[in-house]
């Protein structure tokens, strides 16, 4: 019955797929806007450290916080206007964020995070409601993509705002979400006549029958181990992102320049692991093996700075493609272990929501960990713990040998539900 209900829909639409991976350059570049171009913010808007690191912590709260909200505006207003709200979030933020004072930088980072977290719950239900059958290498260009705009924005913002000025430069990157939004919205106005057409000449999907209603998410075991599974990936990352530059430049004597290329290589080889994890799934079918296999090369780099840490580059480009696969593995099992769309949608904003205010900590573990030792053992050890709860949690929650009905995705929704988006 699932094949049967999924004929004629393997044709891959492009413009919007080209839409989600626009939309994921926004995702993540304007959190990490604001790095660049620090210095000149608290000479210009006479703040302290403490307000700067607000306008990095605070959209990975709301990430946290948000997610439930984010949840019932996109059961209220569909999946595709969902995208748009996040987009027009964004970009209200990134303009309000570049004014100039210091409220309307906090204003604009909290509307940034709000916008943020509809995109990041909405996506992996657009992946599964509209890319069937590929539903797989989606979610790896969509999580490529996120890795992207970062490295993009860190790359290009300081450059950019020594021509225009710091303001200019980050509400230049308003821009990208213009074109985002053009792009996804025609795509939409396709996908709704392409809905409609089928429709007419009498070729669309006959409407499913309502889901029999199940247990709450909140008791799954499964979902609370797709939580606990982000959260310790997420955890990993933000904690290793706030302080590899300043573990290597204390530890190996680096320079600040130098130990801040360990942040580049980190980001960048996400989009190796990102491209790597559907490959293997598809091998080894089992999605619960490749997250340990993510898991083992994650250890690598605390385990590697404590053992060798002269061998940094190969630890940060490990974990590197380790970060960027375990995300892609625990996206691909939220559409894979999700039956329909509504449970999807549930299943995205637990795992997010939950992972995220414990991602929030993870900067913060990290430094109260090394200021009350003294040193970067500790903390590195906390970070292998981390990774030690995305193994066990994750494994027992991803899935085992996967299935064709579980390939596939949640159900597809008939042509009214297109339409509405």
């Not at 171009?37 to 605070?58: E, K, N």
């Not at 303001?167 to 939004?181: D, E, I, M, R």
């Not at 580049?264 to 990102?274: D, I, K, R, T, Y």
Request: aromatic letters at 6%; one cysteine or more.
């Amino acid at each position: 019955m699932q094949r049967t209900r999924r004929a004629g829909t393997t044709a891959l639409p492009v413009l919007l797929l080209a839409g989600v991976l626009l939309v994921a350059l926004n995702l993540r570049g304007p959190l990490v806007a604001v790095a660049p171009v620090v210095d000149d913010l608290r000479r210009d808007l006479l703040v302290g450290a403490g307000t700067i690191g607000l306008l990095t912590s605070i959209p990975v709260l709301c990430f946290g916080l948000a997610a439930p909200l984010a949840s019932l505006l996109i059961a209220r207003s569909g999946v595709h206007r969902a995208v748009l709200v996040a987009l027009a979030g964004v970009l209200a933020g990134t303009v309000l964020r570049s004014l100039g004072s210091p409220a309307a930088a906090i204003a604009g980072t909290v509307v940034i995070g709000l916008g943020i977290t509809v995109g990041n719950v909405v996506v992996p239900v657009v992946i599964g409601r509209d890319f069937p059958g590929a539903t797989n290498i989606v979610t790896a260009a969509y999580t490529a993509a996120l890795n992207v705009g970062a490295t993009l924005t860190s790359a290009l913002t300081a450059p950019l705002a020594d021509v225009v000025g710091w303001q200019a430069a980050l509400a230049a990157w308003g821009l990208l979400v213009v074109v985002a939004a053009a792009v996804w919205t025609t795509a939409l106005r396709r996908q709704v006549a392409r809905a409609a057409a089928a429709e007419a000449a009498g070729t669309a999907p006959a409407p499913l029958p309502p889901a029999a209603p199940g247990a709450s998410v909140w008791r799954s075991p499964v979902a609370w181990g797709l939580t606990l599974a982000f959260a310790g990936q997420a955890f990993s990352y933000y904690g290793a992102t706030a302080w590899l530059p300043t573990l290597l430049a204390d530890e190996n004597g680096l320079s600040r320049a130098t130990a801040g290329a360990s942040s580049s290589l980190f980001q960048v080889l996400a989009v190796v692991g990102a491209f790597s994890v559907p490959a293997l799934v598809a091998w080894w079918k089992r999605p619960a093996l490749v997250l340990l296999a993510v898991t083992a090369l994650w250890a690598t780099l605390p385990v590697g700075l404590l053992v060798a840490p002269g061998l940094w580059p190969l630890w940060c480009c490990l974990a590197g493609a380790a970060q960027g696969g375990g995300i892609t593995v625990i996206f691909i099992a939220i559409v894979r272990r999700s039956p329909d769309l509504t449970r999807s949608r549930q299943l995205s904003a637990m795992v997010q929501g939950g992972g995220y205010v414990v991602a929030a900590t993870g900067p913060l573990v990290i430094g109260a960990v090394h200021d009350a030792t003294g040193g970067w053992t500790a903390p590195l050890l906390v970070i292998c713990g981390s990774v030690a709860v995305m193994a066990v949690a994750g494994a027992a929650s991803t899935g085992g040998r996967t299935e064709t009905a579980r390939e596939a995705g949640p159900a597809v929704a008939p042509a009214e539900e297109a339409r509405r988006g």
